[in-house]
């Protein structure tokens, strides 16, 4: 019984195909099974989608930095303009120092080297800072960032809070903006420092 199953079924099948190439060929109705082709527009299909994309290149003063995300969706045709689920970045600075970045959400303009991250947004210094804020612009090209939202933050020597933060040269340096706040603990001594 199974010699003849494996003898019968393939040529069974090969004589229903032939049987249906013949009956198409010869009086089929060719109106029962219709294919069409439906032209889309180029630019529908014109946006990619990457996982775990990973960006890098060098700032001003060709330091390196590089940028990473779950996903970027390519939002025009050159591939400048990238959306990025959960991105992040790295900026390295002088004596190996490096300052990094990550958020809900971003904008990656690659020529602009400019990154605009969107939601809650953190960043860690390797010297032990921590800051965290909404909604940074930051430019990888000048080591850069700037925020208007309140900022909170913390350190080896204390904590902070401010209305808006701009962080210059790779976070060597952190202008804090409006009403700043910071604590300062020094050994035994406890310092309160309010700017208006």
Same mark, same amino acid.
């Given at each position: 019984?199974?010699?003849?199953?494996?003898?019968?079924?393939?040529?069974?099948?090969?004589?229903?195909?032939?049987?249906?190439?013949?009956?198409?060929?010869?009086?089929?109705?060719?109106?029962?099974?219709?294919?069409?082709?439906?032209?889309?527009?180029?630019?529908?299909?014109? %946006?990619?989608?990457?996982?775990?994309?990973?960006?890098?290149?060098?700032?001003?003063?060709?330091? $390196?930095?590089?940028?990473?995300?779950?996903?970027?969706?390519?939002?025009?045709?050159?591939?400048?303009?990238?959306?990025?689920?959960?991105?992040?970045?790295?900026?390295?600075?002088?004596?190996?120092?490096?300052?990094?970045?990550?958020?809900?959400?971003?904008?990656?303009?690659?020529?602009?080297?400019?990154?605009?991250?969107?939601? %809650?947004? #953190?960043?860690?210094?390797?010297?032990?800072?921590?800051?965290?804020?909404?909604?940074?612009?930051?430019?990888?090209?000048? #080591?850069?960032?700037?925020?208007?939202? $309140?900022?909170?933050?913390?350190?080896?020597?204390?904590?902070?809070?401010?209305?808006?933060?701009?962080?210059?040269?790779?976070?060597?340096?952190?202008?804090?903006?409006?009403?700043?706040?910071?604590?300062?603990?020094?050994?035994?001594?406890?310092?309160?420092?309010?700017?208006?």
């Amino acid at each position: 019984m199974v010699v003849t199953m494996r003898l019968a079924l393939p040529a069974l099948a090969a004589l229903l195909l032939a049987s249906l190439a013949v009956w198409t060929q010869f009086g089929g109705d060719s109106g029962l099974f219709r294919m069409t082709f439906n032209p889309s527009h180029r630019e529908e299909f014109s %946006a990619l989608t990457m996982s775990n994309p990973h960006f890098e290149g060098v700032d001003q003063q060709q330091r $390196p930095f590089s940028v990473m995300a779950q996903k970027a969706i390519q939002m025009d045709k050159a591939g400048d303009v990238m959306d990025l689920e959960a991105p992040e970045a790295d900026v390295t600075v002088d004596n190996g120092a490096w300052l990094a970045i990550n958020a809900d959400s971003g904008r990656f303009m690659r020529i602009a080297q400019k990154l605009d991250l969107d939601g %809650a947004v #953190s960043l860690f210094h390797d010297q032990g800072f921590e800051l965290h804020t909404r909604d940074v612009q930051v430019d990888l090209g000048a #080591s850069s960032a700037h925020s208007s939202q $309140p900022v909170q933050g913390q350190g080896p020597s204390g904590n902070m809070t401010a209305d808006g933060l701009d962080v210059l040269n790779g976070g060597k340096r952190i202008i804090l903006l409006g009403h700043a706040h910071l604590t300062i603990y020094g050994g035994d001594q406890l310092t309160e420092a309010p700017k208006p």
